[in-house]
């Protein structure tokens, strides 16, 4: 009888223990999972991405033209429909990287990475956020007009382009994307990892802007209210190595007029400077 009440006791313990480490485990994982959300809330950002393999790049892609190879070809996303109005469709390029290369004239391109169909409906002269899409790196976009039979494309250079995402009032829609045109890490390929500039293409105007800073990545970004200014979030290359450390270098807010292309301080120099004594403890 002694032993089983021991037995028992112990059993007990143990399952206070169990249930005591997958509470704290449980805790843990809603702190992160609220944190990772609050961390989102403010800018439409865009980290490190393992999801693709971005472009070949430098030696590796000056290589394979030397042989008349390829590695990589375009496929196509699920058109999104971007002006419900003029039945307008936004057509994202995709890479595909092929299992081994290949000659210029062998490979196939009938591969199609799906995705989720969106949709932009223009309901407030604000404008709104309709569509985002931030796990797929793009090599150009395409607009179809079906209504006046036209397709065209964004992009004329070689680029590597990342998030998509489409806001819109009754005045204008605009389409975001990230773009990274070299490799500037030096690791072989272009990819989010490498500076990025934010391309702003207007709908209604139909010309692009493109939103960069010299020795500096941009890594979010936010529409002002009832304008198409933005807040811009720049990550600084402080030490000029071609690469932006995001746990060692600082970022930078930036305001950027949409009518005069320009970036402009919204954190004035003097302003830095006094609150970087505060911490030096000067």
Same mark, same amino acid.
């Given at each position: 009888m002694v032993d089983q009440e021991k037995i028992r006791n112990y059993n007990q313990k143990l399952l206070a223990v169990l249930g005591t480490i997958l509470a704290i485990g449980l805790l843990v994982a809603l702190i992160v999972f609220v944190v990772t959300l609050i961390s989102e809330s403010f800018f439409t950002s865009c980290g490190n991405s393992d999801n693709n393999n971005g472009l070949i790049s430098g030696e590796r892609l000056a290589g394979l033209q030397k042989d008349s190879l390829k590695k990589q070809i375009i496929s196509y996303d699920t058109p999104i429909l971007v002006d419900t109005v003029n039945s307008v469709y936004l057509i994202p390029v995709v890479p595909v990287n092929l299992k081994k290369a290949e000659r210029f004239a062998d490979a196939s391109s009938d591969v199609i990475v799906a995705s989720e169909p969106?949709?932009?409906?223009?309901? =407030?002269?604000?404008?709104?956020?309709?569509?985002?899409?931030? =796990?797929?790196?793009?090599?150009?976009?395409?607009?179809?007009?079906?209504?006046? #039979?036209?397709?065209?494309?964004? &992009?004329?250079?070689?680029?590597?382009?990342?998030?998509?995402?489409?806001?819109?009032? *009754?005045?204008?829609?605009?389409?975001? &994307?990230?773009?990274?045109?070299?490799?500037?890490?030096?690791?072989?390929? !272009?990819?989010?990892?490498?500076?990025?500039?934010? $391309? !702003?293409?207007?709908?209604?105007?139909?010309?692009? *802007?493109?939103?960069?800073?010299?020795?500096?990545?941009?890594? %979010?970004?936010?529409?002002?209210? #009832? =304008?198409?200014?933005?807040?811009?979030? $720049?990550?600084?290359?402080?030490?000029?190595? %071609? *690469? &932006?450390?995001?746990?060692?270098?600082?970022?930078?807010?930036?305001?950027?007029?949409?009518?005069?292309?320009?970036?402009?301080?919204?954190?004035? #120099?003097?302003?830095?400077?006094?609150?970087?004594? !505060?911490?030096? %403890?000067?």
């Open positions: 969106g949709s932009v409906a223009v309901d =407030s002269y604000s404008f709104k956020k309709q569509y985002g899409s931030s =796990s797929v790196e793009y090599v150009n976009m395409l607009i179809y007009s079906p209504l006046r #039979n036209k397709i065209e494309k964004l &992009f004329s250079d070689r680029i590597l382009l990342f998030s998509i995402n489409i806001y819109a009032s *009754k005045e204008d829609i605009l389409l975001f &994307f990230y773009a990274m045109e070299k490799d500037d890490n030096k690791d072989g390929r !272009i990819s989010p990892d490498d500076f990025r500039s934010l $391309c !702003i293409y207007s709908l209604k105007t139909q010309e692009m *802007k493109v939103v960069k800073e010299p020795d500096a990545t941009i890594t %979010g970004y936010q529409l002002m209210e #009832n =304008s198409k200014d933005l807040l811009v979030r $720049c990550g600084i290359d402080r030490n000029k190595d %071609g *690469k &932006f450390d995001y746990y060692s270098e600082p970022y930078e807010i930036r305001r950027y007029n949409y009518e005069k292309q320009v970036l402009e301080l919204v954190i004035p #120099n003097s302003l830095h400077d006094e609150m970087q004594k !505060i911490i030096e %403890g000067n």
